[in-house]
């Protein structure tokens, strides 16, 4: 059995993760984490957990990674790129949900983090785990950074144009629509229920970090530098992120071609799901699983797709990535422990 | 006191009429109707009414125009359109809220909507109820379309770019999220509760019969044709439309001038709003209010604008600015009946 | 016109006692305050307001009373007690929407509130502002003490049945369910969005604060102490408050008979409806306005009376029903601003 | 591997056992059933199944059964009563969902369903499917009714006080708060999105048909016939179902032999949890889980005993505890396939 630790195990992700590998056959849960909350049960945290899985939570020390073998860091951003160092060099492997590891350029990292990188030349190990892309990589990495929950969405809606030549890559524009779980459970005004709930609102504008993260995975793929507008938008409700991505068609391509390449691209991909032509992707179909819904559509009157894209942010956007990349890292069949449908309704 | 008549007075629009003009100091309400709920009281088909407003439903009959003022159509798309004639002959005017006559042209019209007009010669008098766009002739009309909810939102945050000469008019993308009840009251299995609750989809992309209504005033602001790119989504509340409206930057304009741009538009406006500087549209500071807030956010990196407004889906997209058209057609103060604040939360 | 200064501006009371008095046509607000935002205009800290009411906001100080006839105070529990008595002396009349002077006996506010009062000596003067039980004395009062949002409900369902001898006194429950508008704007962990979203709790149970308050009340109706079983449930919604309480019967009495008590005792109540036989109270039919809905479950077989009565908890549960307090201490109509219908949906 | 017939699987508890048994080691699903749709695929008519599980939907009829071990039905009320028999003759064990053999005398069926029933000479064969009340009638059970939602929450809170003498049996009250997926996905108006959102209301009130189902269980275990006061609510979520029930405590007892009671009384149960005293039920913690958590509150100033518990109404109130009856019926582990924790939030 591999032992995982669990560090930021109290949050959303944290919680997530612990769900995931108790219903993991290959991995047991080490330790788990939370500065805050250090000395007390799971269940006093998380009444879900009562009866189920009461271990302590302990402080986040680099001595945990000792009895480890893969760290799943769910910690806030820049919180522990000081402290990956040390787990790597004690031989354990890392899987990091924050963003600390995910730009290759750490310029670019402090332009948009607002705060130099601690770590820099671990940059260049860091493998940015969205399996669908990286999945060779992944296998042989020892830190991996998970990516964010929005480019998730975004690089899987666009990553089957970038090389096909059929589209602008100067017209790429990502309109997000994200459950409320994805500014984490701190405390904040703006998701208290009454001014979260029953409403919609854009945030962000020009500003938000996934930004680069998007910009950097599709420009990989596409062999140039591009730039997208990102537009998040934060939705009354709990969980799922629903992407919807525009581009301008450059050159005549009929839709069934898209629908062919989408397919194509995505043949292989235990997670992703091309829906049939005319359908448009919806969060409800996907939340609490590890599977991501596409559905595309073609207008030629104005010559543009529109491709939807829907995974849950705590999962695919999150934790279940996570422990897909754990099952890549450390060879078991990357499916395993996550092929729970999605819970609908 | 104007005497008016609600037809379709137990859908939303309709309550939502009956809501408004009880407030309305000079105007009162003369008739009711629901063919499906005839002969009923209000109050049994909508418990909120008890004891407020009780009178009895009738059916939808011309003779109904003789001793009313003022027709206000809340029926769906077609059910009208061979009555308003007869309603215009006995001297009634008429605030249609279907979109009936909102289309210019008959052929538009057939294209969108799959069945022909059956009273074209009126289409020519009827007068596109915006009232920012068309306030002048509202003022001397005898028949007013009422626009759409998506509509509404979407030319109110692009009209003031349309003459400027700043944005590309072939690349404007309507990314438009609404509130459910903008599907009507009717049964529909996708707006069952737990169909329709905590998740998002995209729906009607490319066939959303609002788009012509958004290109034909756009394009008549513009001077030419255009087409839009107009996407709704499904959103898990019950009220309010948030447009988020995206458009390539043609030439170098600051952030301050476009800024000032909306500011001088919208200046003797008495219902929509231009935020400060930084702030974007939520919907929730808007609902249960015939206000419109526009918040812009000016996209160097890319050379975008990218406009959100906010409105609520049942008054401004509906019944409240029905009333402000009526207020016009009348003669009374514009605001008269609609001063009332945004309630919060 | 009379000036009112509502003290505690930027809370959800506070935002809709500014909306309910933007309305009143002989009231004009001469001051708001928050200590926290002082020196900020109204539309910086709640856009709603943008371009609709923009007063600065100052801090709370005895002088305002000076220029103001009425102060609304919408602050937390024991915030203003101690100011209370300058503003009276300074010949302002006072709506406190808090619950310092509620309790008429100063043992029982410390033994629920763990504080002592500081201005016993004004308790006697206060009157308890459910104008359906005091409107006489409210109407000559310097001091109201408005009620709470769940014993406004829970009292209206049970007082008809307080004096006719028809149920034990002894049998009293009270299941109460509320919207998370009634824990206020601050912020707070549990209210939170993903922590209050798809979900129902009790909380608070055997020692809510709103107990003696309905005891206090139905006791003084009953003519003798009684206790009231008071079980509070968080709703994952907004607004409103369910009330279902439950009394043994304890005699015979039919449904009719209930059903006319009901209806005899609120006959002139212009803002109580009871619902025809066989309908129950839903919240969805009385928010966003001051009306209370009551709806009376006979049940033979169990020899019980369930009786339903729905509010919304920020207006008649608190500010327009300070309000309608404030009409009466002044001689206005007591309906005055107060007559929109509920919004509904 | 046991083969599985679920008929009716379309609809939420039939979609629900689909994903559970999809992840049951022990079990394969044979058939699928849903008359309306049948020749459909799965995913044509739940997008979520797509590329999971994708078999064609076929008609109801008796010879399903003969290549099944077991059937689950997942129809409406009456639906299925008159087909048992065939099943079981066939040599089929049926695990009924319905409500058509939970009661054990027909004529209190008829009187609160309405129509006699047509298999009566079964109802004697059948075991209510409680496992922590009928654990072992139900390992030999043909056929098992499976409780209601409402019911085994009511139950499952009340059981430990039946037969200790603490309680007046004649007291007892049960408050149900139940998500609105409890009315299943056919078309109705008053589950419509706008109707059932933002909103409390109280339904069923004396008439609902699980009040004999929980009377019948709990007369059972006290040894004599007793009545219950049900009043179901509607609440504005998607599952659980929060009970609080009531019961007058008449004799001294603490609360610490309250707490003991339950512990006791739930000691090896694998699915229920005794929370903590001072902690209460909260659905949030329970859904999408087998899980039923029950919080305690002792009234000594009012001498009551409240009891809140909280299951998934779709999972422990149906589908989930239709697979762990049929663990016990099979002779699996009763927790196969059970044991994924909350999913929270």
């Known amino acids: 059995m591999l032992k995982a630790c ?14 995931l590998l108790l219903q993991h056959p290959d991995i047991e849960i080490a330790h788990i984490t939370a500065d805050a909350n250090k000395g007390k049960r799971m269940s006093e945290v998380c009444p879900s957990m009562e ?17 480890c073998d893969v760290m799943f860091l769910a910690l806030p951003h820049t919180a522990a790129m ?3 160092p040390a787990f790597l060099e004690a031989g354990c492997k890392v899987v990091d949900l924050s963003a ?3 730009l290759r350029d750490p310029n670019v990292f402090e332009e948009w983090y607002k705060t130099p990188h601690v770590s820099p030349q671990w940059i260049e190990e860091a493998v940015y785990g969205l399996p669908e892309l990286h999945r060779e990589k992944i296998k042989i990495a020892r830190l991996v950074a998970n990516p964010g929950c929005y480019p998730t969405g975004a690089i899987l809606a666009l990553a089957p144009l970038m090389q096909c030549g059929w589209v602008d890559l100067d017209s790429l524009i990502a309109d997000c629509k994200s ?4 500014a984490g459970r701190k405390l904040n ?3 208290q229920f009454c001014e979260a709930n029953e409403g919609v609102s854009a945030y962000g504008l020009t500003t938000h970090r996934h930004t680069p993260e998007i910009e950097q995975e599709l420009g990989a793929l596409a062999g140039r530098p591009l730039r997208v507008v990102f537009a998040p938008h934060l939705m009354p409700m709990t969980r799922g992120i629903l992407s919807t991505v525009y581009a301008n068609l450059s050159e ?6 898209v629908q062919e390449r989408y397919r ?3 043949r292989d991909e235990p997670f992703v799901r091309v829906l049939p032509a005319g359908k448009f992707a919806d969060t409800r179909q996907v939340v609490r699983s590890n599977f991501c819904h596409i559905g595309i559509a073609h207008d030629s009157r104005t010559k543009r797709l529109i491709v939807t894209s829907a995974i849950d942010n705590l999962l695919k956007g999150a934790s279940s990535q996570a422990v897909q990349n754990c099952n890549l890292m450390f060879d078991f069949p990357e499916t395993r422990g996550l092929e729970s449908a999605p819970v609908f309704p």
Chains 1, 2, 3, 4 share one sequence.
């Open 100 to 102: 600390d590891f995910r």
């Open 6 to 19: 669990i560090a930021g195990a109290t949050g959303y992700t944290g919680l997530e993760l612990i769900r």
């Open 189 to 191: 005004a703006s998701t």
């Open 179 to 182: 459950g409320v779980s994805g």
């Open 264 to 266: 194509e691209f995505y």
């Open 51 to 67: 009866g189920i899985f009461d271990r302590e939570l302990v402080e986040l020390t680099p001595d945990l990674a000792r009895d």
């Open 82 to 84: 000081d402290k990956v």
């Open 252 to 257: 005549e391509v009929t839709p069934d071609q």
